[in-house]
T-cell receptor
Framework: DQQVKQNSPSLSVQEGRISILNCDYTNSMFDYFLWYKKYPAEGPTFLISISSIKDKNEDGRFTVFLNKSAKHLSLHIVPSQPGDSAVYFCAARESGTYKYIFGTGTRLKVLA | SQTIHQWPATLVQPVGSPLSLECTVEGTSNPNLYWYRQAAGRGLQLLFYSVGIGQISSEVPQNLSASRPQDRQFILSSKKLLLSDSGFYLC???????????FGNGTRLTVT
């Protein structure tokens, strides 16, 4: 039972344009959401997070949007850079627990 | 600042042999500790987490086990490895309630 889903396994974007990565979840008890970036043979690196009491959080080129009614979150990267090419994972934590559940990842390729 | 150490970086083991992967965290006390596995082409699967010394929660029934003998030390073990245990194993820690996971660099385990 995949509680966190990233339905697009890959995405290609031109340098300078916006990258939009999507994530859907099924568990209404999730209250904290995160995005990670991962290069091959390395551990994931934390990018940005959002609490369920908010619907938007920005950090530089990265913005995360949360739509609780649709159980959907997205990561916007503007402008996209070639160094952003990596696999992006969304994750969610269930309220009252310490469990972080990850999606299957989306491979982003930013074309120069 | 906090750092997480995970070793070895790569490991090749025959089927039926034992396994011990170690993870230590520096610069923080009483962290929540986690073991994840990324199988080829798949997302990050939560295996174990611990909120304190001797406290282990298991998420996936299998022939792996985890132990936390010290506050900042987390060990992943197996008595007899299976081919299906091959994968990329990641240790992570988290601090306060609304804090992200921070990952180590991972161990690539190949069971032959």
């Amino acid at each position: 039972d995949q509680q966190v889903k990233q339905n697009s396994p890959s995405l290609s974007v031109q340098e300078g344009r916006i990258s939009i990565l999507n994530c859907d979840y099924t568990n209404s008890m999730f209250d904290y959401f995160l995005w990670y970036k991962k290069y091959p043979a390395e551990g994931p690196t934390f990018l940005i997070s959002i609490s369920s009491i908010k619907d938007k959080n920005e950090d530089g080129r990265f913005t995360v949007f949360l739509n609780k009614s649709a159980k959907h979150l997205s990561l916007h990267i503007v402008p996209s850079q070639p160094g952003d090419s990596a696999v992006y994972f969304c994750a969610a934590r269930e309220s009252g627990t310490y469990k972080y559940i990850f999606g299957t990842g989306t491979r982003l390729k930013v074309l120069a | 600042s906090q750092t997480i150490h995970q070793w070895p970086a790569t490991l090749v083991q025959p089927v039926g042999s034992p396994l011990s992967l170690e993870c230590t965290v520096e610069g923080t006390s009483n962290p929540n500790l986690y073991w994840y596995r990324q199988a080829a082409g798949r997302g990050l699967q939560l295996l174990f987490y611990s909120v304190g010394i001797g406290q282990i929660s298991s998420e996936v029934p299998q022939n792996l086990s985890a132990s936390r003998p010290q506050d900042r030390q987390f060990i992943l073990s197996s008595k007899k490895l299976l081919l299906s245990d091959s994968g990329f194993y990641l240790c992570a820690w988290a601090g306060t309630v609304d804090s992200p996971l921070h990952f180590g660099n991972g161990t690539r385990l190949t069971v032959t």
